[in-house]
Each structure stands twice: as structure tokens, then as C-alpha cells.
């Protein structure tokens, strides 16, 4: 069975600075999907930023990057620039292929933006 | 469309009672799941349906848990005789045929007192 695991419960990181969370998996797959979603208070969880398995270049949307490395089986989400609207729970999240969509996902890193 | 509706937001519950959550997805979403979250922790798969077929049922899903999307729009999940451990957000999610994107509610907590 698949399993991630976010070692880091809680994270702290100055306004305008950069922060990595971090997150490992494992599984036997060799095509999968990875996710980093955002959980804010107000309980709503979105999408942060995608990674295919398959590719090799690792994924960016504006402040947020992801550095994989399949072989470790490492997905550690980089957030430049901090904001304090950043601030949120962040989910590393697994999906299989061809398993009906359903998201495996990790415990969570409570990240708080200082200003 | 507003996105992903739970209803509802909030529920008190007495332990043994029944309660049962509705949850109203994006209309063109045929994929529609349900997670369980307790604090502190991510959530947890439960089961998901494709149009009105039910396709899989995690473990967790005791026989006390029954989940339903009669015509393939709306689903309710249903939780008899309520236990304390079963206090936790319930969420539910839908996404598109053939897409990776998923969009959540809001979610519906539960308490069992």
C-alpha cells in the first residue's frame, strides 16, 4: 500500500523569505501523480501545485516550486517569497494511476507566515 | 456554479442517533468522493463514486457508514448509531471525467456528544 509521510508538523517562516515543507512516499508504482494542496482556516482545501511522475522537470506555478526526485521518493514544496495569506495546513497528497482518482495523503505541516 | 456544496456545515449529534450529510458537486463533475479528517491529521479516503456507481469503499467504512448518489448529481452519506470516534470533518470532492483536478467543499464537522 502507498503511504506519504510530512515529517514536519509545524513550520515557521518570515514574511518575504523562503520555506520548504517537506514530504516522502512510498509505493511500488512507477507512474503516479503527486499534489500539494493547502488547507486555510476556513477549512477549504485547494490545489497548490501538481507533479506527473513521469516527468522529470519539476513543477512551478509563480511563488510555489516543487523539487522531485523520484528515486528517493522525496516532494518537497518550496514557497519563495512568503505572504501571510500563505499561511495554512499543507497536504502532500499520492494518486495512482488508473485507481479511480482517490488521494492518498500525509499527515500535514501547519506553515505560520511571521510578518 | 459555486463549487462543491456540504450541508451542513456544522453537526451536534448524540451518540447512537443517526445523522446523514448531503453533498451537492460542480454539475458537470461525474467523479464525486467523500474523506474524513480528524484533527490533527489528512484526510482520509472513504469511498467515491462515478456517476451513481459506487466504485470503491475504503475500510473504514464500517457497516454502520452507507453513502448513496442515486442519480448520479447529488450524494448523501449516511453514519447510524454514532460513536464518538466518529467526530471529524466530512468532505467531499468532485472532479471531471478524465481529470486530475479535484475541488472540495467546505465540509461538514461533526461532533458526537
Known amino acids: 500500500a502507498q503511504t506519504v509521510t510530512q515529517s514536519q508538523p509545524e513550520m515557521s517562516v518570515q514574511e518575504a523569505e523562503t520555506v520548504t515543507l517537506s514530504c516522502t512516499y512510498d509505493?511500488?508504482?512507477?507512474?503516479?501523480?503527486l499534489f500539494w494542496y493547502k488547507q486555510p482556516p476556513s477549512r477549504q482545501m485547494i490545489l497548490v501545485i501538481r507533479?506527473?511522475?513521469?516527468?522529470?522537470q519539476n513543477a512551478t506555478e509563480n511563488r510555489f516550486s516543487v523539487n522531485f526526485q523520484k528515486a528517493a521518493k522525496s516532494f518537497s514544496l518550496k514557497i519563495s517569497d512568503s505572504q501571510l495569506g500563505d499561511a495554512a495546513m499543507y497536504f502532500c497528497a499520492y494518486r495512482g494511476v488508473n485507481k479511480g482518482g482517490k488521494l492518498i495523503f500525509g499527515q500535514g505541516t501547519e506553515l505560520s507566515v511571521k510578518p | 456554479d459555486t463549487g462543491v456544496s456540504q450541508d451542513p456545515r456544522h453537526k451536534i449529534t448524540k451518540r447512537g442517533q443517526n445523522v446523514t450529510f448531503r453533498c451537492d458537486p460542480i454539475?458537470?463533475?461525474?467523479?464525486l468522493y467523500w474523506y474524513r479528517q480528524t484533527l490533527g491529521q489528512g484526510p482520509e479516503f472513504l469511498t467515491y463514486?462515478?456517476?451513481?456507481?459506487?466504485?470503491?469503499k475504503s475500510r473504514l467504512l464500517s457497516d454502520r457508514f452507507s453513502a448513496e448518489r442515486p442519480k448520479g448529481s447529488f450524494s448523501t452519506l449516511e453514519i447510524q448509531r454514532t460513536e464518538q470516534g466518529d467526530s471529524a470533518m466530512y468532505l467531499c470532492?468532485?472532479?471531471?471525467?478524465?481529470?486530475?483536478?479535484?475541488?472540495f467543499g467546505s465540509g461538514t464537522r461533526l461532533t458526537v456528544v
Open positions: 470532492a468532485s472532479s471531471p471525467p478524465e481529470s486530475l483536478g479535484y475541488t
Open positions: 463514486f462515478q456517476n451513481e456507481a459506487q466504485l470503491e
Open positions: 507533479q506527473e511522475a513521469y516527468k522529470q
Open positions: 454539475s458537470e463533475h461525474n467523479r
Open positions: 509505493t511500488s508504482e512507477s507512474d503516479y501523480y
